[in-house]
């Protein structure tokens, strides 16, 4: 190999390992990046975008940016005139619709480029607005989530320590008495005692560290909606719609069956006697949970046909003993969010009379 030849081909080598990288870059970013032609088809489009737009990169490239998603024509208007002018665009609250899918709000921003043949280009970097509130509200609920388990700590602290001396108090006297009359009476305080510390215990949520097991998300999912179905009604319907890609990954199995107990039980108790309760899995990508950006989350929604939470209830369904039915110790909801707190997930409720829905976000860590 002479060295004409050895330089074009480190140069060539140099060119896949820049243009590799930046496929990775723009893999990784959270904002939606899309790359349009001078007639306006899609060359690039990166992870955030296919997921923000609900199209796979090998059904985007190559095709009309309009012949997948619905663009105001004003907007239009000035992505033609921003390539042919060379001049950016920025537009805020952008109402974009994917083709088949619901219409989402975006913040727009457009640069012009020239591409490696020397043609006008665009890249379009797309602002979820949905995304950047889902963020804001992720971050009140984990900062909610704190408060809450710091007031719980400092009020177990407090009750914990004359409980025990309730507790041996009682005890001490028993052995004093002979008469059995009066040691039900102690009896009756020591079992009062025991139910308060096992009920403060279980307001602090699991004290000891997540597992890490080797799990299949829907053989976990399977086992609760076995679970679940068994104690339902006769005119019950528990289905599922789960996605068969989604690998296996490290997680705590046993605290993940707690949560999606509490929460499947919650609606088979909101809907009654029948109804039905749908399980679904889904995976995004470049997740934010409480300010940590996670490569991949798993998506687990818990759906109930039910009348729906109040509004004036939904920003409360998570705070300890706080139910919106009789009898309700509303324990179940925010012992999940403590549980999912600690294997760095979350969980959110969206309501609505017929529909109600709790999300439960686990970072994934592949196998």
Known sequence: MNSHTAKRSDKKAAQAAKQSTSDIVLDNMTTAIVSLDGALKITAINTSAEQLLGISASKALGRRLAQLVSIPDSLFARLREAVELGQPVNDRHV?????????????????????ANGAGALLIELNG????????RDEA????????????????????????????????????????????????????ADRLQTLIDRM??????????????????????KISLAGAGAGVSMTFDYDPSIPEFFSDR????????????NALQAIGEEGDVVFKTR????FTIAGKLHPLVTEVTIRDNGPGISPDFLD?????????????????LSIAQSIMSQLGGLVECQSEPGNTEFTVYIPMELT
């Open 141 to 192: 609920i984990t900062a909610q989530q704190e408060s809450v388990k710091s007031l719980l700590r400092g009020l177990a602290h407090e009750i914990k320590n004359p409980l025990g001396g309730l507790r041996g108090a009682a005890q001490l006297l028993e052995r004093q008495l002979d008469d059995k009359e009066l040691t039900e009476y102690t009896s009756i305080i020591i079992h009062e």
């Open 283 to 286: 995976v995004a990508s470049n």
């Open 316 to 332: 409360q369904v998570f705070y300890p003993m706080v139910s919106g039915r009789p009898g309700g110790s509303g324990l179940g």
């Open 204 to 225: 602090l949520g699991p004290n000891s560290r997540p597992r890490r097991d080797d799990l299949n998300i829907h053989e976990v999912l399977e086992h609760v909606r």
């Open 95 to 115: 109402t974009l619709q994917p083709i088949g899918f619901e219409p989402i709000l975006v913040d727009c921003s457009v640069a012009p480029y020239i591409d």
């Open 254 to 265: 046993d605290r993940l069956i707690q949560v999606f107990l509490n929460i499947a039980g």
């Open 129 to 136: 607005l949905d995304r950047s509130l889902r963020i804001v």
